[in-house]
């Protein structure tokens, strides 16, 4: 993990011109557990504007971002622009990007400020690192040569009052704000119509340990197991597009993933007794030029949490979300189909539902990835 620091670059928002700085939001912790010579510090100008591209690289933890006593104007998000709105804290999703806009105070300030990251978790304390990343913001003394130390330890040094981990309504609230441009110059392509529809759960399930062993799973003869529709994809010996090419995929995979939970049950409610989930290598075959809707349900088998999701190979809209057992009946009606927020990552509410829609017209073995 590391932290991509280019030279200052010019770049184009809005036909505005920033200066742009790239920062690793899950990388900071890295340097946070050192001293201060080795924590990251993003030296500012006072009365400057600055475009930070911000990449959460950590393996499956939403982290919430802010900066003390400054604002952020969000811009984009996953390479796509959406309409700019100004937050003290943002949240940002494992495989996830968001460019902000920082405006630097006006006048030298006298203080530094520290860029903080914390995780968002509503799952088990011991399952996720609870510690506060940060990185420090600093201001380059007025006239002071370039090369000059600007990092002076007698100044103040404030913190950003981050969200309780668990503050899911500031993660619903923030997500509502997330709204394509939806411009004649930036289109939002959002399917209208939908040709196949498709409803899977995702959330963590059990495997029965190997024989003759114990495991560090809920009990001492079971281990986690993440699943889709009750089913934990199994990595295949062979090349699929290959055995799909040549006629060979006898098997190789089958293709016959459920479109939709075999057995329903209340998703986000009491767990059913039995927790175990089926291995195999499913694939689903969607014909080209399909427009589908896919509504990701989370469940609270072993415990409530977000999933966050990423399709490869496309972007999607996301058309709608909310908080408990998705309803096929009431919930489409309130789809935003104007202007949704488009990405290619999304995180599945803790306890709640997410849909989404694409087209597709990427052919090829396309991986949905539930961290």
Known sequence: MYFLI????????????????????????????????DTFKLKVKPGKTYMLRLINAALNDELFFS???????????????????????LLIAP?????VLLAAKPFYPGANYYMSARTYSTGRPATFDNT?????LEYEYPDAPSSAASFHKALPLYRPALPQLNDT????????????????????????????RFFFTVGLGTHPCPANTTCQGPTNTTQFAASVNNVSFVLPTKALLHSHFTGLSSGVYESDF?????????????????????????????????NVELVMQGTSILGIESHPLHLHGFNFFVVGQGYGN???????AKFNLVDPVERNTVGVPA????????????PGKIILINY
């Open 6 to 37: 280019p030279s200052i670059a010019v770049v184009d928002v809005y036909s505005e011109t920033f200066h742009s700085l790239t920062v690793c939001v899950a990388c900071m912790h890295v340097w946070h557990a050192r001293t201060h010579a």
């Open 67 to 89: 900066i003390a006593n400054h604002s952020l104007t969000v811009v984009e998000v996953d390479a796509v622009y959406v309409k700019p709105f100004t937050v003290d804290t």
């Open 95 to 99: 495989g996830q990007t968001t460019n």
């Open 132 to 136: 506060t990343v940060a990185g420090i």
């Open 169 to 196: 309504s500031f993660v619903g609230n923030f997500t509502a704000k997330l709204r394509s441009l939806a411009t004649p110059q930036y289109p939002a392509a959002v399917p209208q119509t939908v040709d196949k």
């Open 258 to 290: 459920p479109v939709a939970p075999l057995t329903p049950f209340n998703y986000t409610g009491t767990p059913p007794n039995n927790t175990n989930v089926a291995n195999g290598t499913k694939l689903m075959v969607i014909p080209y030029g399909t």
């Open 326 to 332: 998705y309803d096929p009946v009431n919930d489409p």
């Open 351 to 362: 306890g709640g539902w997410v849909a989404i829609r694409f087209l597709a017209d990427n």
